[in-house]
């Protein structure tokens, strides 16, 4: 997959005398976003908004990638990828993703399925023997908490749909899992295996009984162990095998090859005076989730599932164009149709899941109903995001998918997320 840079395409456009469009040279065909029923006078705006960010320093800077009908609608780099150093943006910079590896993982555990190798209904128990016999942390009326053994057994759907009651070990027991080392999404600090970490999760108090909340945490990183033992390969090797080789997702890694290391892109945090460069690699109170991270140079021995992964916009747009097509992206088949079909619908019933009308699947929040979330979009879209402040949907209503990455954690006072989706939405003219 040949992939331009900006500034080789700008020097391309001096010397021929080209469009932009017309040299593109990425995975997704670039066309007049009026072919694909949009706007370029429109889709300006969204231009004119991300650019004010930077300029308003609320943003370091970011790319944002929609697609229409299988081709690039609106791809486009803004701000700085190192602020400092006032080194531009690029298109194939690579962003730290976080919880936009559960979707990778998810569809991870599809496969096994399809394969023959596992059944979403069954026990965790069954493949990870720790988790036979799990306890819950129950409040009581002295403020503190009872532990309670578990009402049944975890099984691998639970786990997929975050009603597990597995957390990030600030729950009630929050003092055990702070003994035990585990607290928090980020394990790249981490010189033990997934495996090896989630087993010690067993022996902690979850935070509910299974089941009967949605409970976001580790679930997603116990699922990553799990593909490894029903695999029998190292969570990274069975991805590549899978999933990032078939779609030529070549930039997408737990931990970047030294040669992509100047297009890592530097992560900020929002503060009373603007944006500023977050800490090197972050630590208070242990590793930080917030700093640049071992990404790196860190032992490279923990993949985490839940929020382990780097990637490209374009790399991550094939992915979710995958499932937009039903499990197909070109000649290769991830998945079928029916196991999409099963992933991007309610799992979790009537369980309080964040607004009206947004229910949850298998890695994916669904929207049941529009008028409950109370934004553009469509009834049958499924989406998530990431702590650096990134997010993505895919509307099969549209045909269309959106990627937008930045690294911003915290990210305070600001309407990006918002304000994408408006402007992305009123540039359809079809």
């Given at each position: 997959?040949?992939?331009?840079?900006?500034?080789?395409?700008?020097?391309?456009?001096?010397?021929?005398?080209?469009?932009?469009?017309?040299?593109?040279?990425?995975?997704?065909?670039?066309?007049?976003?009026?072919?694909?029923?949009?706007?370029?006078?429109?889709?300006?705006?969204?231009?004119?908004?991300?650019?004010?960010?930077?300029?308003?320093?609320?943003?370091?800077?970011?790319?944002?990638?929609?697609?229409?009908?299988?081709?690039?609608?609106?791809?486009?780099?803004?701000?700085?990828?190192?602020?400092?150093?006032?080194?531009?943006?690029?298109?194939?910079?690579?962003?730290?993703?976080?919880?936009?590896?559960?979707?990778?993982?998810?569809?991870?555990?599809?496969?096994?399925?399809?394969?023959?190798?596992?059944?979403?209904?069954?026990?965790?128990?069954?493949?990870?023997?720790?988790?036979?016999?799990?306890?819950?942390?129950?409040?009581?009326?002295?403020?503190?908490?009872?532990?309670?053994?578990?009402?049944?057994?975890?099984?691998?759907?639970?786990?997929?749909?975050?009603?597990?009651?597995?957390?990030?070990?600030?729950?009630?027991?929050?003092?055990?899992?702070?003994?035990?080392?585990?607290?928090?999404?980020?394990?790249?600090?981490?010189?033990?295996?997934?495996?090896?970490?989630?087993?010690?999760?067993?022996?902690?108090?979850?935070?509910?009984?299974?089941?009967?909340?949605?409970?976001?945490?580790?679930?997603?990183?116990?699922?990553?162990?799990?593909?490894?033992?029903?695999?029998?390969?190292?969570?990274?090797?069975?991805?590549?095998?899978?999933?990032?080789?078939?779609?030529?997702?070549?930039?997408?890694?737990?931990?970047?090859?030294?040669?992509?290391?100047?297009?890592?892109?530097?992560?900020?945090?929002?503060?009373?005076?603007?944006?500023?460069?977050?800490?090197?690699?972050?630590?208070?109170?242990?590793?930080?989730?917030?700093?640049?991270?071992?990404?790196?140079?860190?032992?490279?021995?923990?993949?985490?599932?839940?929020?382990?992964?780097?990637?490209?916009?374009?790399?991550?747009?094939?992915?979710?164009?995958?499932?937009?097509?039903?499990?197909?992206?070109?000649?290769?088949?991830?998945?079928?149709?029916?196991s999409v079909e099963l992933m991007t619908t309610n799992h979790i019933g009537s369980i309080p899941f964040s607004n009206d009308g947004v229910r949850f699947g298998l890695g994916f929040a669904t929207i049941e109903k529009l008028g409950g979330?109370?934004?553009?979009?469509?009834?049958?879209?499924?989406?998530?995001?990431?702590?650096?402040?990134?997010?993505?949907?895919?509307?099969?209503?549209?045909?269309?998918?959106?990627?937008?990455?930045?690294?911003?954690?915290?990210?305070?006072?600001?309407?990006?997320?918002?304000?994408?989706?408006?402007?992305?939405?009123?540039?359809?003219?079809?």
């Amino acid at each position: 997959m040949y992939r331009l840079k900006n500034i080789n395409l700008k020097s391309w456009v001096l010397i021929l005398g080209l469009t932009f469009s017309s040299i593109l040279a990425q995975t997704f065909r670039q066309v007049r976003p009026e072919f694909l029923g949009m706007s370029s006078e429109r889709l300006e705006r969204l231009t004119h908004q991300l650019d004010s960010y930077v300029s308003d320093k609320k943003l370091p800077g970011g790319v944002a990638l929609v697609l229409r009908k299988g081709k690039a609608a609106y791809f486009y780099s803004f701000g700085y990828r190192d602020r400092e150093l006032m080194d531009a943006m690029e298109k194939d910079d690579i962003f730290r993703i976080a919880s936009q590896t559960k979707a990778i993982i998810s569809v991870g555990i599809m496969i096994l399925q399809e394969k023959g190798l596992l059944l979403i209904q069954e026990p965790l128990g069954k493949y990870i023997s720790e988790y036979n016999n799990t306890t819950v942390a129950e409040l009581n009326e002295s403020g503190s908490y009872d532990v309670v053994n578990a009402k049944r057994k975890i099984t691998i759907r639970d786990l997929l749909t975050h009603t597990a009651g597995i957390g990030w070990g600030f729950g009630p027991a929050k003092d055990r899992w702070e003994k035990a080392e585990i607290m928090g999404w980020y394990f790249a600090h981490r010189d033990e295996s997934i495996q090896t970490t989630v087993k010690r999760i067993a022996k902690l108090p979850m935070d509910a009984q299974p089941g009967e909340k949605f409970v976001y945490g580790l679930s997603v990183d116990i699922l990553g162990a799990v593909i490894e033992i029903v695999s029998g390969q190292p969570l990274d090797r069975f991805l590549q095998q899978e999933i990032f080789d078939p779609l030529e997702m070549k930039d997408t890694h737990f931990y970047l090859p030294p040669d992509k290391k100047e297009r890592l892109t530097k992560v900020y945090s929002s503060s009373e005076s603007g944006i500023k460069l977050s800490a090197n690699p972050g630590k208070r109170n242990g590793p930080s989730m917030i700093g640049q991270g071992h990404y790196l140079n860190g032992p490279r021995m923990s993949f985490s599932g839940g929020a382990g992964l780097l990637s490209t916009a374009e790399d991550y747009a094939v992915f979710l164009q995958m499932m937009l097509n039903k499990g197909q992206f070109g000649n290769e088949r991830i998945l079928s149709r029916k196991s999409v079909e099963l992933m991007t619908t309610n799992h979790i019933g009537s369980i309080p899941f964040s607004n009206d009308g947004v229910r949850f699947g298998l890695g994916f929040a669904t929207i049941e109903k529009l008028g409950g979330r109370g934004q553009l979009g469509s009834i049958g879209e499924f989406s998530w995001g990431g702590a650096y402040h990134s997010t993505y949907w895919v509307d099969p209503t549209e045909d269309m998918v959106v990627v937008y990455f930045t690294q911003l954690i915290p990210a305070l006072n600001i309407d990006d997320h918002n304000k994408l989706r408006a402007l992305i939405y009123q540039s359809i003219i079809d």
